[in-house]
Protein backbone atom coordinates (compact mmCIF):
# COMPACT_ATOMS: atom_id res chain seq x y z
CA UNK A 1 0.00 0.00 0.00
CA UNK A 2 1.95 3.37 -0.83
CA UNK A 3 2.55 6.04 1.94
CA UNK A 4 0.96 9.20 0.11
CA UNK A 5 -2.72 9.91 1.99
CA UNK A 6 -3.04 11.48 5.37
CA UNK A 7 -2.46 9.00 8.82
CA UNK A 8 -5.80 8.39 10.71
CA UNK A 9 -5.66 8.24 14.32
CA UNK A 10 -2.93 5.24 14.27
CA UNK A 11 -2.57 3.78 17.69
CA UNK A 12 1.17 3.07 17.31
CA UNK A 13 1.71 6.54 15.56
CA UNK A 14 -1.04 9.30 17.05
CA UNK A 15 1.33 12.38 16.93
CA UNK A 16 0.82 12.62 13.14
CA UNK A 17 -2.88 12.16 13.11
CA UNK A 18 -4.57 14.36 10.08
CA UNK A 19 -0.80 15.44 9.25
CA UNK A 20 0.33 13.91 5.82
CA UNK A 21 3.94 12.44 6.36
CA UNK A 22 5.37 14.44 4.36
CA UNK A 23 8.80 16.15 5.55
CA UNK A 24 6.70 19.16 6.09
CA UNK A 25 4.15 17.49 8.11
CA UNK A 26 7.78 15.84 9.95
CA UNK A 27 8.82 19.02 10.38
CA UNK A 28 5.70 20.75 12.06
CA UNK A 29 5.11 18.00 14.49
CA UNK A 30 9.48 18.44 15.14
CA UNK A 31 9.38 22.19 15.49
CA UNK A 32 6.01 21.63 17.81
CA UNK A 33 7.44 19.29 19.98
CA UNK A 34 11.10 21.73 20.56
CA UNK A 35 8.91 24.59 21.28
CA UNK A 36 7.10 22.96 24.21
CA UNK A 37 10.40 21.72 25.28
CA UNK A 38 11.96 24.86 24.29
CA UNK A 39 9.38 27.08 26.42
CA UNK A 40 9.57 23.89 29.25
CA UNK A 41 13.04 24.67 29.96
CA UNK A 42 12.65 28.85 30.10
CA UNK A 43 9.74 28.17 32.72
CA UNK A 44 11.73 25.43 34.83
CA UNK A 45 8.25 24.10 35.89
CA UNK A 46 7.35 20.51 35.60
CA UNK A 47 4.28 19.84 33.97
Not at 21 to 43: K, S
Request: proline share 11%; charged share 15%; aromatic share 8%.
Amino acid sequence: MPDTGPVYLLPWNPMKAGIKRTVEGDQLVGGFLLLIFMIDCQTESPL
